[in-house]
């Protein structure tokens, strides 16, 4: 069983829908949380980080975290085509998520179609 | 400011041969990392540097070997490429106190026949 388990989707939603994407994890040292978006081609970049539980909120992207369930999740509201991305979601165990030592979900593909 | 730059972007090599893959940052990063991307796999962590002379296993290590000489480059080597190599590569480099960014370079897109 994967440490860390994301739903691939693909996931087509028409623009301006509310976009829920989760992961769940088992390793209950995960203390750090984040959220990358991936375009085709591009390498990751991070859209949310979030320290333990509870939630964090940047424009239209909120993420969560519920460390009891070991359940996280990113919300976009009103999704825009140019958020079709790889979305994934990544935990570290460490202070250092600055050692790079990252565990990811498989990624869920996202569709805003206009 | 180039960021995280990865070089080559594509390259097909034969089964049993030796390559290669360069990584440099320009943020004086002291942490450095390779990661593996695979259909369905997500990012799987290759080896990681967390400064100039020091290295350490991640994940997946098997037949890729590394060394950080200096703070800006992290090169990735395969000894003798195998099918179950094709893959895209990816460096990353964070600074140690900011630990919430990572910063990704563009990938290495890696064919082994």
């Known amino acids: 069983q994967k440490e860390v388990e994301q739903d691939p989707g693909p996931l087509s939603v028409p623009e301006g829908a509310i976009v829920s994407l989760n992961c769940t994890y088992s390793?209950?040292?995960?203390?750090?949380f984040m959220w990358y978006r991936q375009y085709s081609r591009k390498g990751p970049e991070l859209l949310m980080y979030?320290?333990?539980?509870g939630n964090k909120e940047d424009g239209r992207f909120t993420a969560q975290v519920d460390k009891s369930s070991k359940y996280i999740s990113l919300f976009i509201r009103d999704s825009q085509p140019s958020d079709s991305a790889t979305y994934l979601c990544?935990?570290?165990?460490?202070?250092?998520?600055?050692?790079?030592?990252?565990?990811f979900g498989q990624g869920t593909i996202l569709t805003v179609h206009p | 400011n180039a960021g995280v730059t990865q070089t080559p972007k594509f390259q097909v090599l034969k089964t049993g041969q030796s390559m290669t893959l360069q990584c440099a940052q320009d943020m004086n990063h002291e942490y450095m990392s390779w990661y593996r991307q695979d259909p369905g796999m997500g990012l799987r962590l290759i080896h990681y540097s967390v400064g100039a002379g020091i290295t350490d296993q991640g994940e997946v290590p098997n037949g890729y070997n590394v060394s950080r000489s200096t703070t800006e480059d992290f090169p990735l080597r395969l000894l003798s490429a195998a099918p179950s190599q094709t893959s895209v590569y990816f460096c990353?480099?964070?600074?140690?106190?900011?630990?919430?960014?990572?910063?990704f370079g563009e990938g290495s897109w890696l064919t082994v026949v």
């Open positions: 979030t320290y333990s539980s």
């Open positions: 990544a935990m570290s165990a460490e202070r250092g998520t600055s050692y790079g030592k990252l565990t």
């Open positions: 990353a480099s964070s600074y140690s106190r900011r630990g919430n960014t990572i910063y």
């Open positions: 390793n209950s040292a995960f203390q750090y």
